[in-house]
């Protein structure tokens, strides 16, 4: 029999479904609430209740610290395929064979060439604009370039936007560190791999030849896959708003670039490793931090810590965590911050505000570690996240247009003044 909730107001009973996932997550299905109760409406700042859609992407279990697309746990994707073979998997829902990943990859090198007039854009910001900013900005900017819309009923036209967007944007953040970097501005090499032509094209020096270690393109491949996805978090849920109301694929990513920079999301990898340093700087004296960030008059926060869904270890920062530690050692180097962050760790997992409040690393605490380790630069730590998740971005977006979904507008509580009299202004 198929469940049901009762909500009771003013001693009136309604019942509404009760919608059961594969995973047997059960959400009280309130569609019709508004139209049944004449008006009544829910609130939830944040989202902490409330389901925005029902998706077959991504499945996470905050609880449990289970991750998985597709089906696919985390911790398998992230040993056993690569950054590609993970995109496919997310955009279309199955593993890719050996010919459609070729064909993929063709499709996204044929596309990769990005407009030279986009250079004279890049050239406008000053080099100390924030990558974001400027990556966001070029990606609206590809729209004037590629002004046709995408009809989303013809999945042909879907595939080269996706294509499209996912052999430009590699090369826009590639650019948007060598101009920083005051580099010439470079497309790498066709015949490698997306993410091996990806380090190629941020690291080659204007002349001689590049090889990128087959170490740093293996961890760069582990990151972008932990970044992939994550279900309704809020880059992503920007996504899936802005396309609700029918803007194209580049405008929407181009919001969720700007959703995923803040401080308390993606920019959480920029502000772990400044913490850190600043730590180190002040003496290492982790057990001070730990007391600033207990105390509610201070602002500070442990960066890299807490999560909204996860109540337990984040899947992806154990993984990162054993991935840090290896690439150092295969690169032959030591990061005082990583002892630094180790000792974080262990003192919030033993310390009963942290513990109480189900305070867990989440996957920006090791992050910037490995970041830093393959040669990217602190601004550039979100930039990499955002090449990561891209294919999830491109992925909520497809099923939120191929589920035909509503066009996103929650409603508020109006808490404002009654309605007044306008007063002319001589006499106010
Ligand atoms: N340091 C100290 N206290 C914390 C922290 C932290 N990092 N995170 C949460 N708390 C406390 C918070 O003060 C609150 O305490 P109380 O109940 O006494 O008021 C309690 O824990 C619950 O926190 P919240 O802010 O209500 O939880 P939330 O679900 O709204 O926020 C979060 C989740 C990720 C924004 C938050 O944990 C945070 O600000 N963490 C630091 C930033 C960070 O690492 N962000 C990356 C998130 S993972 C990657 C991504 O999403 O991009």
């Known amino acids: 029999m198929s469940k049901t909730a009762i909500l009771e107001i003013d001693g009136k009973k309604y019942e509404f479904p009760v919608v059961i996932g594969t995973e047997n997550e059960e959400a009280i299905d309130i569609k019709t609430l508004r139209s049944v109760t004449n008006g009544i409406t829910t609130i939830d700042p944040g989202y ?34 690569d950054f590609l073979e993970v995109a496919y998997l997310l955009i279309f829902g199955e593993l890719p064979t050996q010919p459609e990943l070729d064909k993929f990859h063709n499709d996204i090198k044929a596309q990769s ?54 052999g430009k944007f590699p090369v826009l953040t590639a650019w948007t560190h060598r101009k920083r970097a005051g580099l010439p501005l470079d497309y790498g090499d066709e015949n490698l791999g997306y993410v091996d032509n990806f380090i190629k094209m941020m690291f080659k020096k204007p002349s001689g030849d590049y090889t990128s270690k087959k170490t740093v393109v293996n961890a760069m491949d582990k990151l972008l896959i932990l970044h992939a996805d994550h279900e309704q978090n809020c880059s992503t849920s920007t996504v899936r708003m802005v396309g609700s109301s029918h803007a194209g694929l580049f405008a929407s990513l181009s919001a969720g670039i700007n959703a ?15 913490m850190l340093e ?25 960066m890299g810590f807490g999560h909204r869904v996860y109540k337990n270890f984040d899947p992806r920062a154990k993984i990162i965590k054993k991935a840090a530690d290896d690439v150092l050692a295969e690169l032959g ?80 509580v109006y808490i404002g003044e009654n309605l007044r009299q306008f007063k002319a202004i001589e006499k106010r």
């Open 48 to 81: 902490k209740n409330t389901g925005s859609c029902e998706s077959a992407i991504t499945f996470l279990n905050g609880e449990e610290g289970i991750l998985r697309y597709r089906g696919y746990s985390i911790e398998e994707l992230a040993e056993k395929a």
């Open 260 to 274: 995923l920079w803040g401080p308390l999301h993606g920019g959480a990898n920029q502000a772990v490793i400044e």
């Open 113 to 166: 060439h990005v407009d030279e007039d986009v250079k004279k854009i890049l050239d406008g910001f000053p080099k100390s604009a924030h990558p974001m900013g400027v990556l966001s900005s070029l990606t609206s900017a590809l729209i004037a370039f590629n002004p046709s819309s995408v009809n989303v009923d013809s999945e042909e036209d879907m595939y080269k936007a996706i294509v499209k967007i996912l």
């Open 333 to 412: 180097m030591e990061d005082e911050v990583l002892d630094i962050a180790k000792a974080l760790e262990k003192e919030a997992l033993e310390d009963s505000y942290f513990v109480d409040r189900k305070l867990y690393p989440n996957v920006d605490f090791y992050s910037g570690i490995i970041y830093r380790a393959l040669g990217i630069p602190v601004e550039m730590f979100t930039p990499m996240f955002a090449l990561g998740r891209l294919p999830g971005w491109i992925a909520q977006w497809r099923e939120m247009r191929l589920r035909k979904e509503p066009i996103g507008r929650p409603r508020q």
């Open 278 to 302: 600043k730590i180190k700087e002040d003496g290492g004296d982790t057990k001070k931090f730990m007391e600033k960030a207990k105390d509610k008059d201070d602002p500070f926060r442990l």
